[in-house]
């Protein structure tokens, strides 16, 4: 089966632009997380999504952050304004239904540098 | 609130050593373990999982054997390879964390020949 497939796998932007990623999930998951892993350190979750709801979104910076999912299938995550605390590594995970015997699936990443 | 501590790194090794990477949890029932790797500037994959108490999740020679009486989840390896150097991430979940992953620091690995 393919797997989580992300773009741009990398991009460098100036403080203040504005960033946008994609993320197609595996065929057939109805669950989507977006991370944000900054160097030496775990992954932190964004957003999680079921289908084309959101489950959870509360470690999401609303202010700058947003994300959508339209028709339950790929998904993009925006940064608008981007600040030089958001270069990280982005990744996009998918899972059958979010249970938690089912492991999640990870894209490349898409890796943001901020000047 | 559920979390997991992993071992800090680099933990750095000549070929043919035994591994060990320790890793213990916090979290109320029974949740879902995990082991993920992730390789030099890819993505993370799950190397092995375990989703009760004694089971063993294994691949690629890596083991883990869920502890429920000492709370961990140890990576072991009999002989690694210089192909196994990477950042490995313990993780759990389980229905009081709404079955989202819970992370830990992740453990680098260095693997000399």
């Keep these: ?115 | 609130g559920n979390s997991v501590t992993q071992m800090e790194g680099p933990v750095t090794l000549s070929e043919e050593a035994f591994l060990t990477i320790n890793c213990t949890y916090t979290a109320t029932g029974y949740p879902s373990l995990f082991w993920y790797v992730q390789y030099p500037g890819e993505g993370l994959q799950l190397l092995l999982k375990a989703t009760k108490a004694d089971d063993k999740g294994s691949n690629k020679g890596f083991e883990a054997t869920y502890r429920k009486e000492t709370t961990s989840f140890h990576l072991e390896k009999g002989s690694v390879q210089v192909s196994d150097s990477a950042v490995y991430f313990c993780a759990l979940s389980g229905a009081d964390s709404n079955y989202q992953l819970i992370w830990g620091a992740g453990t680098k690995l260095i693997i000399k020949p």
Excluded at chain 1, 39 to 59: A, E, M
Excluded at chain 1, 84 to 93: F, I, P, R
């Design chain 1, 1 to 115: 089966e393919a797997g989580v497939a992300q773009s741009p796998r990398y991009k460098i932007i100036e403080k203040r632009q504005s960033v946008a990623f994609w993320c197609n999930p595996i065929s057939g998951h109805a669950t989507l997380y977006w991370y944000q892993q900054i160097l030496g350190q775990g992954p932190k979750l964004l957003i999680q999504f079921q289908n084309n709801g959101v489950v959870d979104d509360s470690q999401l910076p609303k202010d700058r952050f947003s994300a959508e999912r339209l028709k339950g299938v790929d998904s993009t995550l925006k940064i608008q304004p981007a600040k030089l605390e958001d270069s990280a590594v982005y990744l996009c995970a998918s899972s059958p239904d979010g249970r938690e015997d089912q492991p999640q699936h990870f894209g490349d990443g898409t890796r943001l540098s901020i000047l």
